[in-house]
């Protein structure tokens, strides 16, 4: 039993009792059989002091003694001297529980349940509000918001309600939950209507999305298509002006070679188109069926590039020379032929020239030899055009000298010889793109030195003690995806918190603590701001990466 004693003048305080354990009446002098309970929730704690006799008195100086407060586990009958009776007490005084009222409150309180579903604090932005519960602005106004932290860079605070909030407006609006899905299951059918406009939206969107797009972000594409854009391009139209000549001379003189020439050219036109297509795909802004967006496009087509190398150049300059051994057939005048290939040798060697160039500024760029850049199909399509140039050059002075061969002995033998040579640097060049393409698809680590230098700039903060199960993957167009688990200081953390708060008034919060109630609503309302604290510093962490190391596009930092 415990019992408090107020004054008249102090009802405000019978709004309190002093556990929510205990079952609480009231009396007063006049009316000592009058019992009046007060409910669990307006119990709370005040400054009280337990007596050697096990009555708490509350401290102060202005209070009569002719209100009374009893509390017990069990159903108390109170008098008009202040004492107290249970009701049914059993057993003697010793054997009665000698448990503190903290014991007991850590004995009632419920362990969480993390198997069970809680959504009571589940937070919902303004536009799901709309979209999915199908609610207007208006009828968001008188609900209460919340101000959190914005998920995107560079954006301000955002403002979120409660779940549940929205949940009881919804049914308000909508009269219950099923008026609700009858409205949304009409709305979804609506929208397959409109899906022929789709399309329309989506060049909208495009052009919305360029006009506002990041500076840095502009810049980066824009320096893609001037440097791989241009290489490809210059060399589609040369491959293609190539291949009208090379049919003309195989029309005109029937080589073997010329045919396997023709056909390489051929082959570069059309892959190097598939490289253009890729190329201006890659820069396409994420959507939300490609939330990564199209990086990985550049290495796809490569590698389409690739098997089309290897199917239609490799296989049908094979099958012509094997064509040409088994049933050889004589050559007329090689004289176009040559000139032919003396033109093609001059436009594929400048082209040549022009990936080579490219190449070693995109190595200088990344910090690469030239061999390191070319090995690792850094840049793929400027990769496709070099190899390809370069088995053309070969290409071209193989068939010149096969043919010179044959013109000289007067045997078409070295003229098929020519072609099955061909076939064969091109299957050597197309296996090198399907391999390093391939590689790139498949998710490949950014060099040692740059991943080396993003985690000594992790290790060097002071939040981190920590980085473990590190993985950066490149994800096309030198965009790199950064990841890893990571032990933040929790002292460090705190630290920072309590710099940003006013220790003195924090102080007098913690001596106004009397209860348990109010230990626990002290820490959560801290421990909640210290969570978020931290989100707050992995924003930081994320936004000095990017701009140390400019390829970052993709920051996923795992708290352990």
């Known amino acids: 039993m415990h019992k408090a004693v ?7 305080f019978l709004r309190s009792c002093f556990h929510q354990n205990l079952y609480c009446v009231t009396s007063s002098n006049k009316h000592p059989d009058s019992k009046v309970p007060w409910r669990n929730e307006d119990c709370r704690s ?27 586990n069990h159903d108390t009958v109170s008098g008009n001297d202040g004492s107290s009776k249970v009701a049914d007490r059993k057993g003697d005084a010793g054997k009665q529980s000698a448990k503190t009222l903290s014991e007991k409150r850590k004995e009632e309180r419920k362990k969480m349940d993390f198997t069970k579903t809680f959504t009571e604090r589940n937070f919902i932005t303004p536009l799901r509000a709309m979209n999915d519960y199908l609610l207007k602005s208006g009828d968001l106004e008188g609900l209460r918001k919340i101000t959190r ?34 409205e949304l299951k009409k709305r979804q059918e609506e929208d397959v209507k409109h899906k022929n406009s789709l399309l329309q939206v989506k060049r909208i969107l495009k052009e919305y999305s360029r006009s506002t797009m990041h500076e840095e972000l502009r810049k980066r594409q824009e320096l893609i298509l001037r440097t791989s854009g241009r290489v490809v391009m210059t060399a589609v139209i040369i491959n293609a002006t190539n291949f009208a000549l090379k049919v003309v001379a195989w029309i005109y003189t029937g080589s073997h070679s010329m045919f396997a020439e023709a056909i390489h050219s051929l082959a570069d036109t059309g892959n190097q188109l598939l490289l253009v297509y890729g190329l201006r795909k890659s820069l396409d802004a994420p959507t939300q069926y490609h939330p990564y967006g199209y990086h990985n496009m550049r290495y796809v087509a490569s590698l389409i590039s690739g098997v089309g190398i290897f199917f ?15 049933h050889p057939e004589s050559i007329d005048s090689l004289y176009w032929a040559y000139v032919v290939l003396a033109g093609s040798f001059v436009s594929e060697g400048g082209t040549l020239g022009v990936a080579i160039r490219e190449t070693i500024h995109g190595a200088k760029r990344e910090g690469m030899t030239f061999a390191q850049y070319v090995l690792r199909g850094q840049d793929p399509s ?26 000289y002995t007067g045997l078409p033998i070295y003229d098929a010889v020519g072609s099955l040579a061909i076939g064969g640097i091109l299957g050597a060049v197309a296996s090198f793109i399907i391999y390093t393409n391939t590689a790139a698809l498949v998710g490949r680590s950014i060099p040692t030195e740059q991943l080396h230098a993003i985690n000594k ?51 007098e919060e913690m001596k106004k603590l009397n209860s348990i109630e109010e230990v626990e609503t002290f820490m959560l309302k801290h421990g909640e701001s210290i969570v978020d604290m931290l989100g707050g510093q992995i924003d930081r962490i ?14 996923d930092l795992e708290v352990l």
């Open 457 to 507: 700039e992790m290790e060097n903060d002071v939040m981190i003690r920590a980085i473990h199960d590190v993985k950066a993957t490149d994800m096309g167009n030198n965009y790199v995806r950064y990841k890893a688990e990571v032990d933040f200081d929790g002292r460090q953390l705190t630290r920072s918190y309590l710099d940003s708060q006013d220790l003195d008034v924090l102080l």
């Open 46 to 72: 005040y400054a009280v002091q337990s007596t050697s006799n096990g009555y708490l008195h509350y401290k102060d100086s202005f209070l009569k003694r002719d209100i009374h407060v009893s509390c017990a």
């Open 6 to 12: 107020f004054g008249k003048n102090s009802k405000a």
């Open 312 to 326: 239609l150049g490799t296989g049908l300059s094979i099958y012509h020379g094997i064509h040409g051994i088994m």
């Open 542 to 555: 994320e936004i000095s990466l990017k701009k140390k190391h400019p390829g970052i596009r993709h920051v």
């Open 149 to 182: 932290r914005s998920p995107f860079e560079d954006n301000p605070p955002i403002s979120v309600y409660l779940r549940r909030d929205v949940e009881l407006k919804s049914i308000e609006v909508w009269g219950s939950q099923e008026a609700l899905q009858r």
């Open 382 to 407: 400027v990769n496709v055009v070099l190899l390809e140039d370069i088995a053309a050059v070969f290409g071209i002075c193989i068939a010149a000298g096969c043919m010179g061969l044959t013109s």
